[in-house]
């Protein structure tokens, strides 16, 4: 039975981390759709592909950040502060975007595909940046 030790523990470290990254991902998703001044939700089952080109952005970007987080953390604790540093960022990513595009809210749900990838592909990159700044 000591064999499995190691292995039990791994699981149980697993479950751990997975269960609280899709509790952080629901988590993220409902923040960032609460800050977008559009239903990305009505606007997807509605085929608005500009909406869904941003918001699978934001959630990849999210989800690199986040697996760093649960790669470099030292702890539960540990993994849900950079989970929230993550969250932040990439609020902060889709402010900062409509700074230098002030009409992007309504150029996605005008289905405008071009400010859609713009959108999502800047979240991908602060994603990945946020990622890497978490290896430390």
Known sequence: MEAFEPLLLGLTNFAIYFGLSLVALLLFKFLYTLVTPYDEWALVK????????????AVIGFSIALGSAATN???IVDFAVWAIV???????AFFVV????????????????????VLGAV?????????ASLTY
């Open 46 to 57: 509605n085929q608005n592909s500009a909406a869904a080109c941003a918001l699978s952005g």
């Open 86 to 92: 993550a969250l932040i960022a990439q609020i902060v």
């Open 73 to 75: 953390s030292v702890s």
């Open 98 to 117: 409509r700074m230098f595009m002030p009409m992007i809210s309504q150029r996605i749900q005008d289905n405008e595909i071009p400010a859609g990838i």
């Open 123 to 131: 979240s991908i990159a602060i994603g990945i940046l946020n990622a």
